[in-house]
């Protein structure tokens, strides 16, 4: 397998906000050299000096393409250099019913060619509500990307949808040509799982599992059978939502655990 590790800064959050050029030349110090952009109205002047001056590129950033406007967020990410931005979160009540979920598509779809324009690719990245909710016999998710313009990708949360109740490497699989990026995170999954309110419930419910997660293979999610389903994977992105030892160990065991199955 030759797709290119990455990190979710999002995983760094609190570091990042205290000094982000100390954060980012941490992570480029364990080996990283490429990175998935967050929170770019706010950490963009810190991304723009930092990512060069420590030898990292960010290929991929997730913006609000759904609900956010467009052409600022294009803006910031043309400007950092990425070529992937990513639709990162939907709230889960709009998975309930097959015209929200196509209401939804259509809101990506109209992102595609304004990001064409700039040189860059739209995507989706998932949480559990959309494998949860399912439409027509399928998963929210499935029935979405039946949906969506051919050019636009998926990054999937493998953890997310393991949560979710749905068999990730059958989910993999049957969507393997349009999923150029995987979420790598683990955990333990504790709990009932089908009766746990879903990651952004309105009521602000955290789910029972996630008090905290584990470095990847070290959980129940079954990452490495995963990443071999999909043969034209580009980046597998190290990401902790929650994580109750030190950070950067953490991200650094779940990298080599990535690199002892030949990514780089």
């Not at 079954?222 to 980046?235: H, I, K, S």
Request: glycine share 10%; no cysteine; hydrophobic share 45%.
């Amino acid at each position: 397998m030759t797709a290119t590790i990455s990190l979710q800064l999002y995983t760094v959050k609190e570091a990042l906000a205290a000094d982000p050029d100390a954060t980012l030349g941490r992570i480029a110090d364990i080996g990283f050299t490429a990175v998935e952009l967050f929170g770019l109205p706010y950490f963009g002047d810190a991304y723009a000096a930092g990512l060069a001056k420590h030898g990292l590129t960010a290929p991929s950033a997730h913006v609000p393409l759904a609900t956010g406007e467009l052409e600022a967020s294009f803006d910031l990410a043309e400007k950092l250099g990425v070529h992937t931005v990513i639709e990162s979160f939907t709230p889960p009540t709009l998975w309930e019913s097959a015209d929200e979920i196509a209401r939804l598509a259509d809101r990506l779809n109209s992102a595609v060619e304004p990001a064409a324009a700039r040189g860059m690719r739209v995507g989706y990245h998932n949480h559990d509500g959309e494998i949860r909710n399912r439409v027509e016999g399928v998963t929210g998710l499935d029935h979405f990307a039946s949906l969506l313009d051919p050019r636009v990708v998926l990054e999937v949360d493998a953890y997310w949808v393991a949560a979710g109740g749905e068999d990730l490497v059958e989910f993999l699989t049957r969507n393997a040509d349009r999923i150029k990026f995987i979420h790598v995170k683990d955990g333990s999954l504790t709990g009932d799982l089908p009766n746990q309110v879903p990651a952004g419930h309105i009521s602000g419910e955290a789910p029972e599992h996630l008090s905290s997660q584990l470095p990847a293979g070290r959980g129940v999610v079954p990452l490495a059978a995963g990443l071999d389903a999909v043969a034209d994977l580009e980046f597998a992105v190290v990401e902790f939502d929650v994580y109750s030892g030190d950070i950067f160990e953490g991200i650094a065991e779940a990298r080599q655990f990535l690199v002892e199955r030949g990514l780089r």
